[in-house]
């Protein structure tokens, strides 16, 4: 009785904090409210590489799921998903509803289906062959499926785990799923009523006389009777134990009831989008923009289980202290614009998201700060230790809620004593040496072979995208050294923050691989040499990418170039420059580089600064009109509407930020480039009752032109703006036209990295 009206009572409250926070914008019954405009079915139909997933979870939470298909034209659902364990990446254990002859029955069935809608909370498919109806939904650590069999015969239910241990007692079935070498996810499920008979399901039949199963495809099936039309499971989830995931379904769900836990769900996740709202546009508009701040909340997940959590960092059980514990973060993607957006949107979590890392640091008993954590630990993928930015960005936002003594040494040990090399988490040697002494990654001619252990076959040395990537890095250190008044280590810092001049190329404008001996490769060609991935030299994206990798120091890269004339005639050309081949040949080489215009690739993170770039050399308009036409010809309502990779917010917080009207070029510095706001009015919840407004005047398709600016009420005459004058709230008013106003925010251009000191 009391979890029941426990369950009761989270409705209630979530209906009120809704309404609270719709303000009048969505509490009629005609209006839609945020989440009524997510379409999680957007990108699921991939340009190239790996698809947008429609993923139902709660905002940043434990649990998660979507479609056990190949991708969305796959003709054949394998079984019902249980919890997916690693953005995109990998399902644990799985759920098969059957009726008729028991010869039928298999570890992972394949279904039919049809008739399906996926919304953030909630799933639904029919499984038109079985004849069986299905409907879930998730809370944070468990959820629910109702399922409805149509046909006659004896309704089953088969649970299998594909690599761990299952057994059955009653109407609850328990066991765990190994997701590498050392970590297990386990699980507690109960069904709402008790079945004939169960046993485990082998080579095609059920042994009624076992319980318990351990290995592959370890499956445990329960066999219902011939009477059975409507079947309810409950089930919980732990990283912890099987006792842990019971107590956390007790908790969670009191019932069998999807509705309820549907609408407990729907209006948590209106809470979280409603922290951002929009006026004007169109529907369309809108459907992007909150799908968009939906998958923004698919990563990092929240991993504490009242008051503890396992680290796969030192495969530990460890308290909280009430503090939630995150996993999951793929920070190469996500540092550029995610983890700005949440600073804005919830500084709580993303306190909560750094102080994880310190502990992950701690954990690994290197004290480097971590690269890539997920649920089994540091993968260390991609290039560079891009945490150092997420770290004195949130600080110079005003956030406190960690040590940044302590984040400055986890930082600098890892970019210091962890090897540069790209997806390894070795110590330092030979090419961290070479870096050190000469302020670059010495690349290797054509047919060299490469002798430095450690470095992958695959992934190469990427030697002029870890170059630019450390320096930025560097300046990122050099600023949490200023921070803590540690002049000597700033200035140090900062000088080797200029290491990406070290492979500027005067003579072609670009950023070039060099040798050991300090000479330039030739012949290159910036579009298509670096072999596959062009990670000989740079990193999924060619030199023209590149090219613009210098986020902390754009007016030194201005100046490299030549002057904002030439900067400007420099970023027109790459939009302007064609593949020079067919696609097949370009993308067989390339791809990752997909979302062309010209050479520039929507489709992937190193690109998303790009357009904002005009904002530093005196042509504000330029950035205005591309960032529109970008965001109009790749970010569209649907199934083909996302250009790449998304990552689960990397690219999406891009979208978020460039509809609101304004960017983080470089976090680290607390300042914003302005665009092209697509709506007429933005309130952004900053909390504490502290809104930050962008007004649009008469913003649309047509006005995409920033005609005149004001900031709090003042005359603003440059494209930028910093974080603390908006950090109490404030108001960007911006009047917008249908041509250019090519002498509007000329006044100063944003702010870049402080001179070499000498």
Not at 585 to 594: E, G, I, K, R, V
Not at 705 to 718: D, F, M, P
Not at 729 to 736: D, K, N, R, T
Request: aromatic share 12%; proline share 6%.
């Amino acid at each position: 009785m009391k979890t029941k009206l426990k369950t009761s009572m989270a409705l209630l409250a979530s209906v009120f904090l809704w309404v609270s926070c719709a303000g009048g914008g969505g509490t009629s019954p005609s209006a839609m409210d945020p989440v009524d405009y997510v379409n999680p079915y957007m990108g699921n139909i991939s340009h190239l590489l790996v698809p947008t997933f429609p993923t139902v979870h709660l905002p940043n939470s434990m649990l998660r799921v979507y479609p056990e298909r190949a991708d969305f034209t796959g003709d054949r659902l394998g079984g019902l998903p249980i919890i997916v364990t690693n953005h995109r990446e990998r399902s644990a254990f799985n759920l098969c509803p059957y009726q008729g002859d028991e010869s039928g029955l298999r570890p992972v069935i394949a279904y039919s289906y049809d008739r399906e809608k996926i919304l953030p909370y909630r799933y639904q498919v029919y499984l038109d062959n079985e004849e069986i109806d299905v409907d879930f939904a998730p809370s944070h650590q468990s959820a629910v499926y109702s399922l409805t069999f149509e046909k006659e015969g004896p309704a089953y239910l088969v649970f299998n785990s594909r690599n761990g241990q299952l057994q059955v007692n009653g109407n609850a079935v328990s066991g765990y799923q190994y997701i590498d070498k050392k970590t297990k996810v386990f699980l507690y499920a109960e069904t709402n009523q008790k079945p004939v008979k169960a046993g485990v399901l082998s080579n095609g039949s059920v042994n009624y006389n076992e319980t318990s199963v351990e290995g592959i495809n370890a499956a445990i099936a329960l066999s219902f009777g011939e009477d059975v039309k409507k079947l309810g499971v409950r089930y919980g989830i732990s990283f912890i134990s099987e006792e842990q995931a019971k107590k956390t379904l007790e908790r969670e769900i009191a019932a069998y009831d999807v509705d309820v836990v549907a609408k407990i769900a729907r209006n948590d996740w209106n809470d979280a989008l409603c922290k951002i709202q929009v006026q004007g546009g169109t529907k369309d508009e809108k459907t992007v923009f909150y799908t968009s701040l939906y998958r923004c909340y698919e990563r990092p997940i929240n991993l504490s289980e009242d008051g503890h959590y396992y680290s796969a960092f030192d495969g530990k059980i460890h308290e909280d202290g009430g503090r939630s514990f995150y996993t999951d973060d793929w920070i190469w993607d996500t540092y550029r614009a995610t983890h700005p957006l949440r600073v804005l949107i919830d500084n709580e979590r993303e306190n909560d998201i750094i102080n994880s890392y310190l502990l992950m640091a701690e954990q690994m008993g290197t004290d480097w700060m971590p690269t890539f954590p997920e649920v089994t630990g540091d993968t260390r993928r991609m290039n560079s230790n891009h945490a150092v930015a997420t770290v004195i960005d949130a600080y110079r936002k005003g956030l406190r809620g960690f040590e940044l003594e302590k984040a400055y040494i986890a930082c600098k040990k890892g970019i210091e004593e962890k090897t540069l090399i790209p997806w390894s988490a070795a110590p330092a040697g030979w090419l961290d040496d070479f870096y050190k002494e000469h302020g670059y990654i010495p690349a290797l001619r054509p047919g060299e072979k490469e002798t430095v252990p450690n470095v992958s076959i695959w992934e190469k040395r990427q030697p002029i995208a870890v170059t630019l990537g450390t320096s930025y890095d560097e300046w990122c250190l050099s600023q949490i050294a200023q921070e803590l008044g540690k002049k000597d280590e700033a200035d140090y810092y900062l000088r080797r923050s200029y290491n990406y001049r070290n492979v500027f190329n005067p003579e072609t404008g670009f950023f070039h691989p060099k040798d050991k001996d300090g000479k330039f490769i030739y012949p290159l060609d910036y579009r298509y040499d670096g072999g596959l991935g062009a990670r000989d030299y740079y990193d999924e994206n060619n030199g023209y990418i590149y090219r613009w990798d210098v986020q902390h120091n754009i007016g030194d890269l201005i100046s490299l170039i030549g002057g904002n004339e030439a900067f400007t005639s420099a970023l027109d050309s790459m939009f302007n420059t064609p593949l020079g081949m067919s696609k097949w040949q370009f993308y067989s080489t390339l791809p990752d580089h997909t979302g062309n215009v010209g050479m520039f690739s929507m489709a992937n993170e190193p690109s998303l600064h790009i357009p904002y770039l005009y904002n530093y050399a005196g042509k504000p308009w330029m950035t205005q009109k591309r960032i529109r036409t970008l965001l109009n010809q790749w970010f569209r309502n649907d199934l083909m509407g996302v250009p790449g990779d998304e990552d689960g917010g990397g690219m999406s917080a891009f979208v978020v930020f460039s509809q609101m009207g304004f960017y983080p070029v470089t976090p680290g510095s607390p300042t914003y480039n302005i665009g092209s706001p697509m709506f007429t009015d933005v309130k952004v919840d900053m909390g504490n009752g502290n809104t930050f407004e962008i007004r649009a005047n008469n913003a649309s398709d047509e006005n995409k032109y920033v005609q005149s600016a004001k900031l709090n009420g003042v005359t603003l005459n440059q494209p930028w703006f910093n974080h603390s004058d908006i950090a109490a709230g404030g108001l960007l008013e911006l009047e917008m036209g249908p041509k250019a106003n090519k002498e509007w925010g000329l006044g100063t251009p944003p702010p870049s990295a402080a001179p070499m000191p000498k």
